[in-house]
């Protein structure tokens, strides 16, 4: 049996390996959500470690010093201007994902 655009086979041969790359793909996409979440984590860990360690100056008393006050203005900045841009790119991952994810139920399957 047969239609305009090839045989069952074709069609379900088509579905399958739809099917197989979808899965493959979610592994993937597991591995990198993972990956990206221990970079992210590890960037973030780091300028939060240096602000604790200046904010932890101030709790005990100490002033800082201009630079050191400078310094912890520019962590924060960093640390926000870091959240941003890893948010944004999340973002634009998803949405990449899904604009995938659409192009496969129409069948295009690449």
Do not use: P, Y
């Amino acid at each position: 049996m047969s239609n305009r655009n090839g045989s069952v086979g074709d069609l379900l041969r088509g579905a399958l390996l739809g099917g197989v790359r979808r899965v493959v793909n979610d592994r993937e996409n597991d591995a990198f959500a993972h990956g990206f979440e221990e970079a992210a984590g590890i960037c973030l860990g780091l300028l939060s470690k240096s602000i604790e360690g200046l904010m932890d100056q101030i709790k005990s008393g100490k002033f800082l010093s201009d630079q050191e006050q400078f310094l912890l203005l520019r962590l924060n900045e960093m640390k926000s201007e870091t959240e941003g841009h890893l948010r944004d790119f999340w973002d634009s991952v998803a949405t990449d994902e899904e604009s995938v994810g659409r192009s496969e139920v129409r069948g295009e399957i690449m």
